[in-house]
Structure formats: structure tokens, C-alpha cells
């Protein structure tokens, strides 16, 4: 592949997609935005650490709250036994506490799975992406490569 040819493909990707922290090169500190106001079309990829992060936050704070609830079910349960045999509420409270214990342990950690999850790709976004922005950005780049020079 010829060298022009690189640059034009290059060129062309850079004009389709945009990393979120990175300023368009044509366009004035706080312009642009997602309506494309710098004149070209907005860009189709925008991506930061702070809806995953939130994400995040939210399915530890269902983790937990679940893990609550399954433990004062838990406890609400002891004893019901004891003094309410042959009653059938106490035979159906009996049947029904293992499924809700697995409902709420299985949704507990899909929970915590989410919560590990959604951290890692907001950190990757985070950390991440801005290193790679910077190693490309020292990519130099013109007419000739460096080989060639």
C-alpha cells in the first residue's frame, strides 16, 4: 500500500470517529459539539469513564442491598418453625424460602459480576484511552515516512 494511499485512509477515519477527550485538530477550543457545529459531521464514537463508573456504583449499591434483604430474610425466617407445625402457611413459607434464598443470591452476584465489570471499563476508558490518544498524537506524520527519509 503506497504511503498517500495510508494517509488518505487514515484521513478519512479520523473524519468518521472522534475520541471523546480529543479535540477535533480543525476546531477551536469549546466548539463543535455533537451537532457537528465545526462544519463536518459530529463524530459516531463518544466514550468516557463516567457513565460506566456510575454503572458501576449503582450495581455495587444493588449487590448490597440485596445481600441486606437476603439476610433479613434469613433471619425472619428462624424459628418460624417452632410452635406452628401442621399449620400450612408455615409448610408453604418453608417451601417458597430456598427459591427466594437462589432468586436473591443469583441476582447478589450478577450483581457483584456487573458491578467488577463496569468498573474495569470505565477505568479502561479512563486510563486507558487518553494513553493511547497520547501515543498516537506523537505519531509524526507528512508526506514521506520515516524510513523513506
Known amino acids: 500500500m503506497a504511503w498517500d494511499e495510508w494517509e488518505q485512509l ?12 480529543v479535540a ?3 476546531e477551536e477550543a469549546g466548539g463543535g459539539g455533537p451537532s457537528g457545529s465545526s462544519g463536518g459531521p459530529a463524530p459516531d464514537l463518544k466514550a468516557s469513564k463516567g457513565p460506566w463508573t456510575k454503572a458501576s456504583g449503582v ?17 425472619a425466617h428462624e424459628g418460624v418453625s ?3 407445625d ?17 432468586r436473591l443470591t443469583s ?9 467488577g465489570a463496569l468498573a474495569g471499563t470505565g477505568r479502561d476508558f479512563g486510563e ?7 501515543k498516537v498524537d506523537r505519531v509524526k506524520t507528512g508526506s514521506t515516512p520515516d524510513w523513506a527519509r
Do not use: M, Y
Open 107 to 115: 441476582v447478589r452476584d450478577e450483581c457483584d459480576r456487573l458491578h
Open 59 to 75: 450495581a455495587q449499591d444493588l449487590r448490597t442491598g440485596t445481600d441486606s434483604g437476603l439476610t433479613e430474610l434469613k433471619t
Open 82 to 84: 417452632g410452635g406452628t
Open 24 to 26: 477535533d485538530p480543525g
Open 10 to 21: 487514515k484521513a478519512g477515519a479520523a473524519g468518521r470517529t472522534q475520541i471523546d477527550h
Open 128 to 134: 486507558l484511552d487518553p494513553a493511547v490518544a497520547d
Open 86 to 102: 401442621g399449620f400450612s402457611s408455615t409448610a408453604a413459607l418453608n417451601g417458597i424460602l430456598p427459591t427466594w434464598e437462589k
